[in-house]
């Protein structure tokens, strides 16, 4: 499935039943100018795939992935400032939080990761894309 994924383009997975992920993914979408995303529900066959390839302990892990065939793969906040880096202005700013170290970006993220069903919500199953976005969504 992995294989499926074009040469050029990056994955992105995420939780498919989180609006905070959902939300997310609408606005990488409005803003992906480039048309470099795909993007999966970490609960698809292609979600799992990755995370048992790349042996991701899913109690550490849950809400993004970024995956691409020249780049392998990312996660948490390293994941999320490659996402921004290429959504053009003022998005790609984010970069500048690189200086900060991973294990503190991190922290941060995985703070807002263990609480966003209860600040944002939690749908009973996964995000349907609409016909002109189901180009884009890996199974």
């Excluded at 480039?34 to 849950?62: C, H, R, V, W, Y």
């Excluded at 294990?103 to 995000?127: L, S, T």
């Excluded at 894309?129 to 969504?137: G, I, S, V, Y």
């Amino acid at each position: 499935m992995i294989e499926s994924l074009p040469k050029h383009k990056q994955l992105i997975l995420f939780d498919g039943v989180c609006n905070l992920c959902n939300s997310s993914i609408q606005y990488v979408i409005k803003h992906d100018k480039k048309d470099l995303f795909m993007f999966a529900p970490l609960q698809s066959s292609i979600g799992t795939q990755i995370i048992n390839e790349f042996k991701i302990d899913t109690t550490k892990t849950d809400s993004i992935l970024l995956y691409s065939n020249e780049n392998g793969l990312s996660s948490r906040s390293t994941a999320a400032l490659k996402i921004a880096m290429h959504l053009g202005f003022p998005r790609h700013l984010l970069v500048i939080f690189y200086i900060v170290p991973a294990f503190m970006r991190n922290w941060v993220y995985d703070y807002i990761a263990k609480n966003r069903y209860k600040w944002y919500g939690k749908k009973d199953e996964c995000m349907i894309p609409t016909p002109e976005l189901k180009a884009k969504f890996l199974a």
